[in-house]
């Protein structure tokens, strides 16, 4: 088991930036593939961004691709989702998630929640219009 504390979150305006952290406790953090989702009021939780274990390889949601850049610093036992052109719908919590893939090959990645072991307590992200 691991935990994550995500921080970063805010308001910002829209078109603006903002970049969130995650900070994962233990000593295998580069076994881990990593995840962020995102869950607005009276919505459910969606995938947003995941990175392989050895940080090569991501995928994004359609509505976020080219705006949001996810990475990770596996000295630093750290993953990031830099925001960019922020939008009012990019308004939820953002929460960071891992996954155990020391079995796994070093380019696996996942966007679904249900593979996911280990979850942060999210990170509020207002965009005002």
């Known amino acids: 088991q691991v935990q994550l504390v995500e921080s970063g979150g805010g308001l910002v305006q829209a078109g603006g930036s903002l970049r969130l952290s995650c900070a994962a406790s233990g000593r295998t953090f580069s076994t881990w593939a990593m995840g962020w989702f995102r869950q607005a009021p009276g919505k459910e939780r969606e995938f947003v961004a995941t990175?392989?274990?050895?940080?090569?390889?991501?995928y994004y949601a359609d509505s976020v691709k080219g705006r949001f850049t996810i990475s990770r610093d596996n000295a630093e036992n750290t993953l990031y989702l830099t925001m960019n052109s922020l939008q009012p719908e990019d308004t939820a919590v953002y929460y960071c998630a891992a996954k155990n893939a020391y079995y796994y090959s070093l380019y696996y990645y996942t966007s679904s929640s249900k593979e996911y072991e280990d979850w942060g307590q999210g990170t509020q992200v207002t965009v005002s219009s």
């Open positions: 990175i392989s274990k050895n940080g090569r390889n991501t």
